[in-house]
């Protein structure tokens, strides 16, 4: 079966501290990925998704960037972190078509 | 470009009562699928049913069922007889078929179940 394991669950940085998210998915090939933020109480904003080894795109311009240098690895990076950081950020993937897209448990990053 | 919209924040239900929430969508795609999610507290999303915008038929998932009305553009879940453990977050999505097959989210609706 597939699984997707999203680390660290929280994360506390100062300003202007870099970032690493890591993502990976275990029993599947060629996943698309996806990473989203949440802001307290709201929904889910696409920041990247990624169709295939290399291939990125953005969703909305900030202060992050992604890279997927393995297929199913995805990595979320800044290199100098923002108040307006801050908040729930979760990886997901899924297959071609109508399937679901499955989520890791998240990553909680409060920038002070 | 694909949207959804959750009108309602906020759902206050008794136990075992039935609850219906709702979910429109905009798309100009002719295929999508639609789905609705659930999270709790703890944050992890757990997907809970799935409609392709060609089925003939609503789809169900043990206590939830989805409304599909294709003319009117909703997708509304309807759970039965709820449990104190559906108190949740639920949010509607709608996924294109074509190009990234990104999946776009409602705003929610936070769903309390009261004993």
């Known amino acids: 079966s597939q699984t997707i394991h999203q680390w660290p669950a929280t994360l506390v940085q100062p300003v202007g501290s870099p970032l690493s998210l890591e993502c990976t998915v275990e029993?599947?090939?060629?996943?698309?990925l996806y990473w989203y933020r949440q802001a307290a109480g709201r929904g889910l904003q696409l920041l990247f998704y990624s169709v295939g080894i290399g291939q990125i795109s953005s969703e909305v311009p900030q202060n992050l960037s992604a890279s997927r240098p393995q297929d199913r690895q995805f990595i979320l990076s800044s290199k100098k972190l923002l108040l307006s950081d801050s908040g729930f950020y979760l990886c997901?993937?899924?297959?071609?078509?109508?399937?679901?897209?499955?989520f890791g448990n998240g990553t909680r990053l409060t920038v002070t | 470009a694909q949207k959804i919209t959750q009108t309602q924040p906020g759902m206050f239900v008794q136990e075992k009562e039935a609850v219906t929430l709702d979910c429109t969508y905009d798309t100009s795609d002719p295929s999508y699928g639609l789905f609705w999610y659930k999270q709790p507290s703890s944050g992890e999303m757990i997907f809970l049913i799935y409609q392709g915008s060609y089925d003939q038929q609503n789809a169900t998932e043990g206590r939830y069922s989805l409304n599909f009305q294709k003319a009117r553009k909703s997708a509304n879940l309807v759970i039965s007889a709820s449990q104190l453990g559906d108190s949740a977050m639920y949010f509607c999505a709608m996924r294109e078929v074509q190009g990234a097959q990104k999946l776009v989210f409602g705003q929610g609706t936070r769903l309390t179940i009261n004993p």
């Open positions: 029993g599947t090939s060629n996943p698309n």
């Open positions: 997901a993937w899924g297959r071609q078509g109508y399937s679901p897209l499955h």
